[in-house]
């Protein structure tokens, strides 16, 4: 690796960061947006144009607000959880493929995306999204309050549980596309159609898995205000609440953009149809990767629509039901995806 | 209770039911509709709520041309349950013969029940509609006569909310 590159590359992870932490911000502003439509209210309106900047007035004051540790928790680990989960949900954002090739540079093609290229892009999304269990885990146990550690502890098992059943939803559209390179999946949609047509229950249990996996409602039972005050970041104020707040947001989108990737076709605009060849575009052409890009985007802003949708709508689940869901009605649903993916897949071949 | 029916889990919900994907869309629907339904959110410093007569605001007493209604008699500090009322007593050479040299309303301590407007024989203290309380520190919290007094003019829509009721 050059200096150039290396110095593009650090510039890309630059960007990722900002752009990561801005559309945090404005997540959290439609989050406050939409619940007030919902309940026939207004929302934030007052700082800045339609509330454009409350979420930057809310981390200017977590910055200024006393960082509370209590007695008896383990300082270091207690620093360390918000630390772990932000870090984890920022490493998932290097192999979304946010756009294609955009600029080349010494017969290097650089686009929206730290390694859209890499060949285990999959299975390195579901080890990270496997380490963020970790940040919740300790924060809940090294703040040494019992509610923390409730949420805590119902995160670990909701998580494990779930992850599995995600694991495997995801192998159909393995299957079929024959490979866990994010950006060759999104090529194949293109070229064959979206994979939430050939494989929709896949994609319903991965969108009810990946809202347990955020922690979302109807699966929130790890911060669950009613029983638990706040979950596992109870003990937590100041900015390291705001970062275990901000990983919350980021896992929201990066789980938006997997799933845009892997089941809605990516940046492909419309299904079935060549778009470059309609507009008479060269399918690596600037103009086109520029669309493509803005589908994408639009694509997770949407499903980050609907996860906001569903949490205002629907009330929580409980313990049991929440594990009688994951392991008796998912897990079996998954493995019969694959069995039958594998069986048609098979006989077509 | 022999006309109890009872039903088993099978019957009590149908498979569509039971499966939750298309009653949550029923649900999701609903929410949806409602994003587009008029909002009830008032813009408050700009938009202000005009209270009706029958409104309990912050008591005020009465002041007519020559003074204040009140005649000092200390029903309204011996009834009021927060004990929030401080009235002393001086007397003069008017008609009326006695008034409150000092009045004081504690308004950390008033909780609005009005009972002070009910007992009082002269309908001298009357709920305001006023209800836009603050203050910097406790002392400010403590409403003399200076502040209490009202012009029994902007005091008609309860005096007569009043007459009305009683």
Not at chain 1, 4 to 31: D, H, K, P, R, S
Not at chain 1, 289 to 302: D, P, R, S
Request: proline share 5%; charged share 15%.
């Amino acid at each position: 690796m050059n200096l150039t590159q290396f110095l593009i590359i650090t510039a890309q992870a630059g960007m990722l960061v900002n752009m990561m932490l801005i559309a945090a911000a404005y997540m959290v502003l439609a989050e406050r947006k939409v619940s007030a439509w919902i309940q026939n209210r207004l929302g934030p309106n007052r700082v800045g144009w339609w509330g454009m900047l409350q979420s930057f007035a809310d981390v200017f004051k977590l910055y200024l607000k006393e960082d509370i540790v209590p007695a008896a928790a383990d300082y270091k680990f207690h620093a360390l959880a918000p630390v772990i989960s932000i870090a984890v949900a920022i490493t998932v954002y290097a192999v979304i493929p946010w756009s294609g090739p955009l600029i080349e540079i010494d017969g290097v093609q650089y686009g929206l995306a730290m390694a859209p290229d890499m060949n285990v892009a999959l299975l390195t999304i579901l080890a990270m999204t496997s380490v963020g269990v970790y940040g919740v885990a300790l924060a809940g146990w090294s703040s040494n309050s019992k509610y923390s550690l409730m949420g805590g502890l119902r995160s670990a098992a909701q998580m494990i549980s779930y992850e599995l059943s995600m694991g495997l939803s995801i192998i159909g559209v393995v299957l079929i596309c024959g490979s866990l390179n994010l950006v060759e999946i999104i090529q194949y949609q293109t070229a064959n159609g979206w994979n939430v047509f050939y494989q929709p229950l896949a994609f319903v249990i991965f969108f009810v898995t990946a809202l347990a996996e955020t922690n979302r409602a109807p699966f929130d039972l790890p911060e669950a205000e009613p029983e638990l005050v706040g979950g596992y970041h109870t003990e937590y104020s100041g900015m390291k609440f705001g970062l275990l707040y901000l990983a919350e947001y980021g896992n929201m989108l990066a789980s938006s953009a997997i799933m845009a990737t892997l089941f809605l076709g990516g940046w492909d605009p419309v299904p079935f149809i060549d778009e470059a060849a309609l507009l008479g575009l060269d399918p690596y052409s600037l103009p086109m990767v520029l669309i493509q890009h803005g589908v994408f985007v639009g694509k997770a802003a949407t499903l980050v629509f609907v996860f906001i949708w569903i949490r205002w709508s629907l009330p929580r689940f409980r313990y049991d039901q929440l594990m009688n869901l994951g392991w008796k009605i998912l897990l079996p649903l998954s493995l019969a995806n694959i069995t039958i993916t594998g069986i048609v897949l098979l006989l077509l071949n | 209770m022999a006309n109890v029916k009872t039903n088993t889990e099978a019957q009590r919900m149908t498979f569509w039911e039971r499966i939750y994907l298309p009653e949550i869309a029923r649900g999701l629907g609903l929410t949806f509709r409602q994003m587009f339904k008029p909002t009830f959110t008032r813009q408050y410093p700009e938009e202000r709520w005009i209270p009706e007569g029958s409104y309990r605001g912050r008591p005020v007493l009465v002041q007519e041309e020559e003074g204040e209604r009140c005649v000092a008699c200390g029903l309204c500090s011996r009834v009021c349950p927060a004990l929030a009322i401080e009235v002393r007593a001086a007397e003069t050479t008017q008609e009326k013969e006695r008034y409150p040299e000092k009045f004081e309303i504690n308004m950390l301590r008033c909780i609005y029940c009005g009972f002070c407007e009910e007992v009082c024989p002269e309908e001298a203290i009357v709920m305001s509609k006023d209800y836009e309380l603050v203050f910097g520190s406790q002392e400010e919290g403590i409403f003399g006569k200076d502040k209490l007094l009202v012009p029994v003019s902007q005091l008609q829509e309860r005096l007569e909310f009043l007459r009305q009721w009683r």
